[in-house]
């Protein structure tokens, strides 16, 4: 269950006696036991235990690194955090660059902190403001969720040679030990898909890294397979695979 833990910088508290309802005036700070998931807002309207409410003027931060900025947000059960009309971004904004390098604009967003998951819908991608990628719904990971299958946070890329894009990375569990992530490729110079699977054994493990790709550089399709393992064997000795295979220089 997710309790908080409420800070008030400066302002008021105005607490109703017959409902038990809190009406605060901010700055206002709301933290879970761990720290990882912190709320900032300007006020706040909530119940006695602080599991049931709107907070106004917000913004939720995720183990310091994704946050999401909505005009408001409503608290249920102590468990989902409900945004509406959401800006998600890993990229610090300031005055001097109020434009992120990449962001997600969604007409809601939940998080559930129990399954630790970002529910969106609606989410539109963007790049320094220009919209690249439309979706009627998304689910994420939170940061501070290991492992889960689901898209992880997408990431931007730069090369004189294929110019900015962005990886949308898609993570797979396939089980306690194996996992699988996908993830596109996607610049004005090229098409591509990456791809990442890995292993774990009682005494090693294996990770293959391919890629295949649809680029300006050469036509038609072009690839690679690295895979490396490692296995730990009896009286001190070690196996390993260290294999490269590249369709072309």
Same mark, same amino acid.
């Given at each position: 269950?997710?309790?908080?833990?409420?800070?008030?910088?400066?302002?008021?508290?105005?607490?109703?006696? $017959?409902?038990?309802?809190?009406?605060?005036?901010?700055?206002? @700070? +709301?933290? /879970? =036991?761990?720290? !990882?998931?912190?709320?900032?807002?300007?006020?706040?309207?909530?119940?006695?235990?602080?599991?049931?409410?709107?907070?106004?003027?917000?913004?939720?931060?995720?183990?310091?690194?994704?946050?999401?900025?909505?005009?408001?947000?409503?608290?249920?059960?102590?468990?989902?955090?409900?945004?509406?009309?959401?800006?998600?971004?890993?990229?610090?904004?300031?005055?001097?660059?109020?434009?992120?390098?990449?962001?997600?604009?969604?007409?809601?967003?939940?998080?559930?902190?129990?399954?630790?998951?970002?529910?969106?819908?609606?989410?539109?991608?963007?790049? $320094?403001?220009?919209?690249?990628?439309?979706?009627?719904?998304? @689910? +994420?990971? /939170? =940061?501070?969720? !290991?492992?889960?299958?689901?898209?992880?946070?997408?990431?931007?890329?730069?090369?004189?040679?294929?110019?900015?894009?962005?990886?949308?990375?898609?993570?797979?569990?396939?089980?306690?030990?194996?996992?699988?992530?996908?993830?596109?490729?996607?610049?004005?110079?090229?098409?591509?898909?990456?791809?990442?699977?890995?292993?774990?054994?009682?005494?090693?493990?294996?990770?293959?890294?391919?890629?295949?790709?649809?680029?300006?550089?050469?036509?038609?399709?072009?690839?690679?397979?690295?895979?490396?393992?490692?296995?730990?064997?009896?009286?001190?000795?070690?196996?390993?695979?260290?294999?490269?295979?590249?369709?072309?220089?």
């Amino acid at each position: 269950m997710f309790y908080v833990r409420a800070e008030l910088t400066y302002g008021k508290i105005e607490y109703d006696r $017959a409902s038990g309802a809190l009406n605060i005036t901010g700055p206002i @700070r +709301l933290t /879970d =036991p761990d720290g !990882d998931i912190v709320v900032y807002a300007d006020a706040a309207m909530l119940d006695a235990d602080l599991r049931n409410g709107i907070l106004t003027s917000a913004r939720l931060v995720i183990d310091q690194q994704l946050q999401m900025a909505s005009t408001h947000i409503r608290r249920v059960d102590g468990r989902y955090t409900q945004l509406s009309k959401t800006v998600t971004s890993a990229c610090q904004v300031c005055e001097s660059n109020p434009v992120p390098l990449w962001e997600i604009r969604a007409r809601e967003v939940i998080h559930d902190s129990e399954t630790r998951q970002l529910y969106f819908t609606g989410p539109q991608f963007r790049i $320094a403001g220009v919209p690249v990628l439309y979706l009627p719904h998304l @689910r +994420l990971p /939170d =940061p501070t969720l !290991d492992r889960a299958t689901g898209f992880l946070i997408p990431s931007l890329h730069n090369s004189t040679t294929l110019g900015w894009g962005i990886k949308v990375p898609y993570f797979i569990k396939m089980g306690d030990h194996r996992d699988l992530t996908v993830a596109p490729f996607l610049t004005s110079e090229t098409r591509t898909v990456d791809l990442q699977y890995r292993q774990a054994f009682a005494n090693g493990d294996i990770t293959a890294n391919a890629a295949l790709t649809s680029d300006d550089i050469e036509d038609g399709m072009r690839g690679y397979l690295f895979v490396d393992g490692k296995w730990n064997l009896a009286h001190g000795y070690t196996l390993g695979i260290d294999l490269r295979a590249t369709s072309d220089i």
